[in-house]
């Protein structure tokens, strides 16, 4: 069984990784820019990191990972990847966007000062639509989205930072606990 598990996490990562290499980051922040909520939040932010895709799969025991970009005032000032480990009651695989916001310099600071977490993540997500929310000791976030052509996100500011995704596709059920990390790398 737990070989079975390791297949098929292993087959949807590498499905939605796959998918990474044509996305473009200003086509990913375009569509977060247009986006009903997440648009005014981008303009106000201080910084923000984004994930073209991220790559989701699960049965039972589920992960998730992708690589990003983070930006302060508007220049690029390193790479980031996310890590997520998650146990309960899931099965498919799924690829997203996400954008971080981060409100201010403490905010960034706090992001990029080595590896982030965010945790109790929970969500539901069926083909191209989703909503989601999530809340732990460093933040919390909320979103929706109908599509990649018709983005609509949610959200406010917590404790500095809001996250927003876009589903790009897949299928994936969830009623899972898990953990997200962030490991930051400055451009050099």
């Known amino acids: ?3 079975m598990l390791g ?4 087959a949807a990562l590498m499905l939605f990784a796959a998918t990474a290499q ?4 200003s086509d990913t922040l375009t569509l977060f820019k247009n986006a009903h909520e997440s648009g005014p939040m981008l303009k106000s932010a201080y910084a923000y990191a984004v994930f073209p895709t991220i790559g989701k799969g699960g049965l039972v025991v589920g992960g998730a990972y992708g690589k990003g970009r983070v930006y302060e005032k508007g220049a690029y000032i390193g790479d980031t990847s996310m890590t997520q480990l998650s146990v309960g009651f899931q099965a498919g695989g799924q690829g997203y966007s996400m954008l971080v916001l981060f409100q201010d310099k403490r905010a960034l600071d706090e992001f990029t000062n080595g590896t982030f977490e965010f945790s109790a993540d929970v969500s539901a997500v069926a083909i191209t639509a989703a909503a989601g929310a999530s809340a732990g000791t460093s933040g919390a976030s909320a979103g929706a989205s109908g599509g990649k052509n018709d983005a609509k996100t949610a959200g406010t500011w917590y404790k500095g930072m809001a996250v927003y995704t876009v589903v790009k596709g897949g299928a994936m059920y ?3 606990v898990a953990g997200q990390k962030f490991k930051f790398t400055p451009k050099s």
Do not use: I
Request: aromatic residues 14%; hydrophobic residues 50%.
């Open 1 to 3: 069984m737990s070989r």
């Open 7 to 10: 297949m098929v996490f292993t």
């Open 22 to 25: 044509a996305d473009d980051y």
């Open 174 to 176: 969830e009623a899972a």
